[in-house]
């Protein structure tokens, strides 16, 4: 069980610790991302086969969509459905940390495309025991 006000990090995305909240849950997805000054919480990106839903939990996030650019606010929630039309990027550039909620779905095989690289990424379940590299490492 996880507390998303008082996060176990657990790894990495992008340099920002992260920290997954719904052990045990097979249809469903929930992490805490803590985005530093001036970095991504991932690169512009959109998934083939799960929506995402996105919870701003503190901070002022620049968020990239296909229709541009808006700061968020704490509080304010946004979903990212399948396809280009769910393409996102979370960038803090504000010179506090953000805290940002990720609900997903975990529908498996995900395609995640990223059109600024014209690169793909296929994910697939984690196998029972798995850890992240940098989760081994500690971090």
Not at 50 to 70: A, Q
Not at 79 to 98: I, K, M, Y
Not at 106 to 130: A, E, H, K, M
Request: proline share 11%; aromatic share 6%.
């Amino acid at each position: 069980m996880g507390n998303a006000f008082e996060p176990e990090w657990q790894g990495e995305r992008g340099g920002n610790p992260v920290a997954r909240l719904a052990a045990g849950s097979q249809r469903l997805s929930a992490s805490i991302v803590e985005v530093a000054s001036g970095t991504l919480s991932s690169p512009y990106h959109f998934h083939h086969a799960n929506e995402e839903l996105l919870i701003v939990l503190s901070g002022t996030p620049e968020l990239r969509t296909p229709d541009g650019l808006r700061e968020l606010k704490p509080g304010e929630v946004v979903s990212f459905p399948c396809g280009p039309g769910g393409a996102h990027r979370l960038r803090n550039a504000s010179s506090e940390p953000c805290r940002l909620l990720f609900i997903s779905e975990r529908n498996f095989p995900d395609i995640v495309s990223y059109p600024d690289t014209s690169t793909t990424l296929v994910v697939s379940p984690q196998p029972p025991g798995w850890r992240s590299p940098a989760a081994a490492r500690g971090r």
